[in-house]
């Protein structure tokens, strides 16, 4: 079965552009999260959706940053204007709504902001 | 909130040491409990879980026991291998208290051949 596939893998922007990153969750799976890991903050949570409603978003980091799940099967990350700061990795995960049933991380999105 | 504490390291093991990699969690309910591990330059994957008490999780040669007494999930492995090198990140979820996944903050592990 595939896994969660985010892409690009890469993306090299200069600061003020608009960055979107993207996401299919595995089939069947109802949750899905945004992370963004740095080596100084770690792994933080940013958003996470269940059955494509966002249901808590207190950790995108400010304005600049949106996310969105128009159907089970696709969500995006948009970042603008965005910044140095926001360099990152980002990952997408996804999981199935049933207790003890783990998340399924993608491969991220390395962003770098210049 | 529900939390996970675990030792954030560096840990550096020379080739066939025993490795042990504590982690602590405090939650409202009954959470479930997971171990999982970053390879360089690559996503998180889960290593081995457990969802109820004295439960032992286990894959690849780690293991992990559901410890409700003292609120513990510690990670353990009899013999290292250079290729164990790598981030693990305890974590829980306990979604019928509506808590869905915390992380630990990740332990670097760095084995010496």
Not at chain 1, 7 to 16: A, K, N
Not at chain 1, 88 to 100: E, K
Not at chain 2, 19 to 43: D, H, K, M, R
Not at chain 2, 67 to 90: I, M, N, P, W
Request: hydrophobic residues 35%.
């Amino acid at each position: 079965d595939a896994g969660v596939i985010q892409s690009p893998r890469h993306e090299v922007t200069e600061m003020g552009q608009e960055v979107t990153l993207r996401c299919k969750p595995i089939s069947g799976h109802n949750s899905l999260f945004w992370y963004r890991q740095t080596m100084m903050r770690g792994l933080e949570l940013l958003i996470y959706f269940n059955n494509n409603v966002p249901i808590d978003d207190s950790g995108m980091p400010e304005d600049r940053f949106s996310a969105k799940m128009p159907n089970a099967s696709f969500s995006t990350l948009k970042i603008q204007p965005s910044e140095p700061r926001d360099s990152a990795v980002y990952f997408c995960a996804s999981s199935s709504l049933t207790i003890g049933q783990p998340q399924h991380f993608g491969d991220g999105t390395r962003l770098s902001i210049l | 909130g529900d939390s996970v504490t675990q030792m954030e390291g560096p840990v550096t093991l020379s080739e066939e040491a025993f490795l042990t990699i504590n982690c602590t969690y405090t939650a409202t309910g009954y959470p479930s409990l997971f171990w999982y591990v970053q390879y360089p330059g690559e996503g998180l994957q889960l290593l081995l879980k457990a969802t109820k008490a004295d439960d032992k999780g286990s894959n690849k040669g780690f293991e992990a026991t559901y410890r409700k007494e003292t609120t513990s999930f510690h990670l353990e492995k009899g013999s290292v291998q250079v290729s164990d090198s790598a981030v693990y990140f305890c974590a829980l979820s306990d979604l019928n208290y509506g808590q869905n996944f915390v992380f630990g903050p990740g332990t670097r592990l760095s084995v010496l051949p």
